[in-house]
């Protein structure tokens, strides 16, 4: 009789925009800890996702002249390496749902300044049902915690053992 080897249901992770930035960013400090996550997570079968929020913030972040804390990406440099990511990742939609959801979590957690931003991916991975958001910003996303979520720093993922490294 043969032993039949459990299967395993892949876990869900939201990416924080900071995770597409550091991948593009292969100068960064944290690239290799965002490309090391990501490796790890898509040879365990999970699922990561974007959203049109993502593009945006990232479209921000690329352009934007590095004297300004950006990347300094042109419009077509910026265009080519999202569409790297969209062939990676699945998009979730943005829709009415999320902004419901949103507007929730921003008066219940009475969110404000740059952190709706964070609100608006956490709503997301809420209506999505999708438990793990991957971000550098850790501390940004402990807020909703008691709605489920589980915040995850990329750096704890390279941690984990590979199907392949066993």
Known sequence: MMSQTPQTVPDWYLLDTNI???LTEH??????TATNAVRILIARGDLLFITPQNFGEFWS???RPTTK????LTADAAAAEFANHKNI??????DAATFAQW?????TYN??????????LAAI???????????FNVKHFRLFEPEGLKIVDPASIATIQTPTDA
């Open 20 to 22: 597409s930035a550091r």
């Open 27 to 32: 100068n960064s400090r944290q690239h290799q």
């Open 61 to 63: 972040l690329a352009t």
């Open 69 to 72: 804390n950006g990347m300094g």
């Open 89 to 94: 990742f699945r998009m979730l939609p943005d």
């Open 103 to 107: 507007e929730r979590l921003v008066t």
């Open 111 to 120: 969110v404000i300044g740059p952190d709706v931003h964070d609100a608006r």
């Open 125 to 135: 991975a809420l209506v999505y049902n999708v438990p793990n958001i991957l971000t």
